[in-house]
């Protein structure tokens, strides 16, 4: 089970990961865009979860898993994903592109001028974005955001695989009765 958690985890990483490095360049452009290509990409990272779930399942354990332990390898393969995810994106946020948040900030705030905001939103949102920038400096705080852009697909996908590839010993001995 550990060697099957460790290469989904792995793999999954490398996944989110990639399409994030590749992303970053073009991000700014369409940010929307991005933004559902990248959950896109977490879901499909994650699919990895149903994989080692219904593996280890059928393969190593004699078609059994209970919800709790189904949760566990989801639970193990989530945080091993995102910490790569987070890691990487620290990495990349602070050697190679630390004005991403000002750039990001701009764009924001020139969406909302063409949008036709007042002066007095785009104060406010200025106001919010230099704060939230200046929290975003602090490697704890930035780990912290990072975390909350994946995890919740994560956990998501790990309850749905939990539920739905459960199977205890009655349902065994029913399915292989007929």
Known sequence: MKK??????????????????????????????????????????????????????????????????????????????STIYVAVWLIDYYYFIPDYFDKYAAHQLAKMKAAGATPAQIKIQSDYLQNFSN?????????????SEILPIGLLVTLLCAIVLKRKQKTVELLTAK
């Open 4 to 81: 099957n958690i460790i290469i989904s985890g792995l793999v999954a990483g490398a996944i989110v990961t990639s399409w994030m490095i590749a992303g970053m360049a073009g991000m700014l452009k369409n940010l929307e865009g991005s933004l559902l290509l990248g959950y896109s990409t977490m879901l499909v990272a994650f699919s990895l979860i149903y994989v080692s779930v219904k593996n280890y399942r059928d393969k190593q354990n004699n078609g059994l898993i209970t919800f709790g332990a189904a949760v566990k390898i989801g639970l193990m393969i989530t945080l091993l994903a």
């Open 135 to 147: 929290n975003y400096k602090n490697p704890f705080f930035n780990a912290l955001v990072t975390y």
